[in-house]
Each structure stands twice: as structure tokens, then as C-alpha cells.
């Protein structure tokens, strides 16, 4: 298999001020926004600080969809790891 590299992360978290989580890019390209989209939706699920990774070479909204769809599936089955 390939090799993993960390080529970004972006944190996301809700605010009192703002109904939209803030979020940011912490490391990689400050243009590809996949990361922060998802770490900011998945912090207003949670209402919790939330850090993502995306690091898959398919970056198609719909295959993102996919993704973030399953870690959505995972969270309801085990909201204790969560």
C-alpha cells in the first residue's frame, strides 16, 4: 500500500457568536477548502471542536459526500467514540 502522509488538517468549532462553526486550516494548501468544509459541518453536528484530515486523492463532492456520510453513520452507531 501507499505510504500515509499528513498533507493537511483543519480545525472547525462552534461559537456563541456565530451559527456557522469557525474553522481553519492548520497545515497543506490553504485553497483546498474539503477539510475545513467538513470539519465545519461536522462540528455543528457535534457542537464539538472537531479536527479533520482529508488526505484522499478523490476530492469529487460526490465521493466527499460519501465520506462524510459514513463518518455520520459511524457517529450515530458509536457516539461514545465520538
Do not use: W
Request: aromatic content about 8%; overall charge neutral; proline content about 6%.
Amino acid at each position: 500500500g501507499a505510504t500515509p502522509h499528513l498533507r493537511n488538517l483543519s480545525v472547525a468549532m462552534c461559537t456563541r457568536y456565530d451559527p456557522i462553526p469557525v474553522s481553519t486550516a492548520l497545515l497543506g494548501d490553504m485553497s483546498d477548502t474539503t477539510s475545513t468544509g467538513l470539519a465545519q459541518r461536522l462540528a455543528r453536528k457535534t457542537s464539538k471542536q472537531v479536527f479533520v484530515s482529508y488526505n484522499l486523492p478523490n476530492t469529487d463532492s460526490s465521493f466527499t459526500l460519501l465520506v462524510e456520510n459514513r463518518i455520520k453513520e459511524e457517529m450515530e452507531a458509536f457516539p461514545e467514540k465520538f
